[in-house]
């Protein structure tokens, strides 16, 4: 019965097939005949009022099931096509709330509902542009046209698309249906952090591929192999590259739980992966952007940081109520605003200097500047902590300095090792008999009737089993290694690794 029966909660839902002769409606009142004396076996009940009969799709969390996949619900749609214009951020707030819970029907819906999440920024002043009633507009459309979603199938492979561009990161799962048709199964994309914006564009289409497989790990992980597609050609070596940043070292833990392979689609054959991010009003914007000094994200930084903005604005409107920790309270006469930067004073003698939010790439931004750039030189850790605390202050900077340098990859790679090099450690135990073997050759022993002065001894490492090959002193490396096979080889089967001195024999090419 579960082949065409599913449960869910208090709900029954069955579907049928045409099969074995028989029309689907055939089938399907025979499938609902079974279902019904089962519940009447059991005494279970059904409110009439709430059932729905030969129905080619059905309505279930807040979605419509059929056989064609999944679509969302009209009326929820027609809820956001007809919601006035927003006149505060508390009716925007809402709009978008009920706008996101669709969202996976949308390629594009991080990008277009950018205007509008920027007038929720805390502090931002709210004014409803012609850009944000575009927005707006353009994200009731998309809505309006969404495809119908296809139901995943776990039987047959899956394909994703991702692509990143300067404000969003996009992607989409993909599955090709009995018919041969690719479809996509779900659409999710978010906007960049201010942080990951500075990224380079290799590192966005990395987080990009990152972003869909926590999206879609259910789908994905433990699964068959299966391809990811991107217009960034660098990516399908990105995993085995030996020049990785600490933030790919980080990375590529998590990706190694994955069983997929990198397929690289230009631009123009790859279509659905470039609109799912790229609109051509918004390409401008960035061009400002890159001339954006690190004093200009540090003060963009701080409005994502709890603690710090409250302090922003505690000093830039004094008399304006604030609410502070007691510990910021104690130090605010430390603290000041310059041109939008928090400057702390740690001592009263001492410059003040400027406050990097809590932010981790912001501060392995810094961090790099002092250390890694051709002017700096790789210095050590003591200058290199010097040279920071000049001109910046975070807590525990010291910690943050020290780790910097020592798991710096350039430093590591040519500078010499502080400390003489580690003794000769003791080899891994085997993990069964005769799979590792010591071989060792003595001489100057008395000769036996066939001119033999010398043994060729084999001793397993595990049982310290030991056989024995008598050999003459003009035995070469061919001969020694016809008594593995006649010796060992023969009585205990292959060898995975052998364990020897360095004699001729046993390092000259032959071996």
Same mark, same amino acid.
């Given at each position: ?5 599913q ?8 579907h049928?097939?045409?099969?074995e ?25 059904a409110?009439?009022?709430? /059932? ?8 279930f969390?807040g ?14 749609? /027609? ?42 920024k ?13 927005a707006?507009?353009a ?17 047959r ?5 991702? #692509? ?6 996009? /992607?989409?799962?993909?599955q090709v249906?009995?018919?041969?048709r690719?479809? @996509?199964?779900?659409f999710q ?12 564009? %290799? #590192? ?6 990152k ?20 217009? !960034? ?9 030996? !020049? ?6 980080r ?7 994955y069983n997929?392979?990198?397929? /690289? ?17 918004y390409?401008?914007a960035?061009?400002?952007y ?12 701080y409005a ?59 501060? %392995?931004?810094?961090?790099y ?10 210095l ?17 900077m010291?910690?943050? @300095?020290?780790?910097?340098?020592q ?11 502080p ?20 071989m ?26 030991v ?6 002193k003009s ?10 096979? #006649? ?15 360095r004699?001729?024999?046993f390092?000259? %090419?032959?071996?």
């Open positions: 019965m579960r082949q065409f029966v449960t869910y909660f208090d709900d029954i839902f069955v049928s097939r045409a099969s002769g028989k029309m689907a409606v055939e089938a399907h009142l025979g499938h609902l005949r079974e279902v019904l004396l089962c519940m009447r076996e059991n005494r279970l009940y409110n009439i009022n709430k /059932c729905i009969f030969g129905a080619d799709e059905v309505p969390l979605c419509f099931l059929g056989k064609d996949g999944v679509r969302e619900d009209p009326e929820k749609v /027609c809820a956001i096509a007809q919601w006035p214009v927003s006149v505060s951020q508390k009716d925007l707030r809402k709009w978008l709330g009920l706008a996101n819970y669709l969202h996976k029907y949308s390629a594009n819906y991080a990008e277009m509902a950018r205007p509008l999440t920027n007038l929720l805390k502090d931002a002043v709210w004014s409803w542009t012609s850009e944000a009633q575009q707006s507009e994200i009731k459309s998309s809505l309006q046209s969404a495809p119908i979603l296809a139901l995943p199938d776990e039987d492979p899956f394909g994703v698309v991702c #692509d990143a561009s300067d404000f969003a990161i996009d /992607c989409a799962l993909l249906d009995a018919e041969g690719e479809r @996509v199964v779900s994309s978010r906007q960049l952090k201010a942080a990951e914006k500075n990224y380079p564009v %290799h #590192d966005k289409e990395l987080l990009a591929m972003y869909a497989l926590v999206k879609f790990r259910v789908h994905l992980l433990g699964q068959k192999p299966f391809v990811i597609y991107t217009d !960034h050609a660098s990516l399908r070596t990105a995993t085995s590259s030996p !020049h990785l940043s600490q933030r790919m070292a990375w590529l833990s998590f990706f190694a739980e997929f392979t990198v397929e /690289c689609k230009p631009e123009k054959q790859n279509v659905l992966a470039d609109a799912l991010s790229r609109r051509p009003d390409e401008l960035h061009l400002a890159l001339d954006s000094p690190l004093y200009e994200l540090i003060r963009e930084a994502d940081d709890d603690d710090l903005a409250g302090l922003v604005e505690a000093l830039s409107a004094p008399n304006k109520a604030v609410e502070l920790k007691a510990r910021q309270r104690s130090r605010l006469h430390r603290y000041s605003v310059v041109e939008g930067l928090l400057y702390y004073q740690v001592d009263g003698g001492d410059e003040p200097r400027i406050v990097v939010p809590n932010d981790e790439d912001l501060r %392995h931004r810094v961090l500047e002092a250390h890694d750039t051709p002017l700096r030189g790789h050590g850790r003591e200058k290199t902590y010097t040279s920071v605390t000049r001109n910046f202050w975070w807590s525990h010291y910690k943050w @300095v020290r780790k910097s340098v798991t710096c990859e350039t430093c590591q790679r040519v500078k010499p090792a400390s003489a090099s580690a003794p000769l450690m003791s080899l891994p135990v085997p993990a069964d008999c005769w799979r590792s073997v010591r060792d050759l003595i001489f100057e022993l008395p000769a036996d009737a066939r001119g033999h002065t010398g043994i060729l001894v084999f001793v397993c490492r595990l049982s310290k089993m056989r024995l090959a008598a050999v003459r035995v070469t490396a061919p001969q020694a290694a016809q008594l593995v096979v #006649d010796i060992v080889f023969r009585n205990h089967g292959l060898l995975e690794a052998f364990v020897s001195d004699d001729p024999r390092v000259s %090419h032959f071996w």
